[in-house]
């Protein structure tokens, strides 16, 4: 191995720590007794570990109830940007749709557009709707992403034409040949587009914190914030304790998938 080979290695190390570290120190602390995480000594490691915050996150807040909002809005989100996407692509890549190259354009400029500008309109509607406090506004302004579209027609542009050609010959009909032959052929893509649609929408605080005041109806990153006194203190332990168990459903979902996300990013084209 040479020495550049090695120099490369040593900094895709270092890297790893850099993005690892802060997950392990938020493990550490979980386990660490309020006197040690208040001692102004640096460690590692709890000298004496306990799961003591894990116990007062699940009774200071209600952390199962947040969980389960999480859970339903992520996978709701997730499965209805993935079949949008999945009919607006087949759409615009794949159908003879009059105009299909300005509603791509259309669908890609929402991209540009920053989640912010369109918060207070949606809120406003939400709001008029006297919908706050529910699920359907937590999910409902999320069911179409520019994102979605864009990569999926991307991923279809580059399906070979002999395979639509076929069922088109066979008698499919347009809706048999995107779920008879279309989505199968690119289930990797779809996996992939999910777990970044699930972690994104697991993520999310500045949405949720608008339109779910109800303890009862708000969501894992907004429910955390309960550790937080009002006299300017921090419960730190119970506050990590709760991201650690946060990250799992979303930890998990990416190293479960992994292999799809990595290999659409490979595989996918800009085909034209």
Known sequence: MGASARGVHVLLVAACLLVVFPMFWMFSTALKPPPEIFAGTFRLWPSAATLQNFTTALTQVPMLRLFWNSLVVAAVVTAAQILTSALAAYACAILRVPGQRVWFALFVATMMVPSQVTMIPNYLLIARFEL?????????????????????????????????????????????????????????????????????????????????NDKYMRTLPVGMQEFVSLEG????????????????????????????????????????
Request: glycine content about 6%.
């Open 233 to 272: 203190g921090t419960n730190w332990g119970p506050l990590m304790a709760a991201a650690t168990m946060a990250i799992v459903p979303a930890l998990l979902a990416y190293v479960v998938a992994q292999r799809y996300v990595l290999e659409s990013f490979v595989t996918a084209g800009l085909k034209e």
């Open 132 to 212: 706050l406090n529910t699920y359907t506004a937590l999910i409902v302004p999320q069911v179409v992403t520019g994102y979605g579209i864009f990569m999926l027609r991307q991923t279809f542009k580059n399906l070979p034409t002999s395979l639509v050609e076929a069922g088109i010959l066979d008698g499919a009909s347009s809706w048999q040949v995107l779920w008879r032959i279309v989505v199968p052929t690119t289930r990797t893509a779809l996996a992939a587009l999910s777990v970044l649609f699930f972690i994104n929408t697991w993520n999310q605080y500045l949405w949720p914190l608008l339109v779910a």
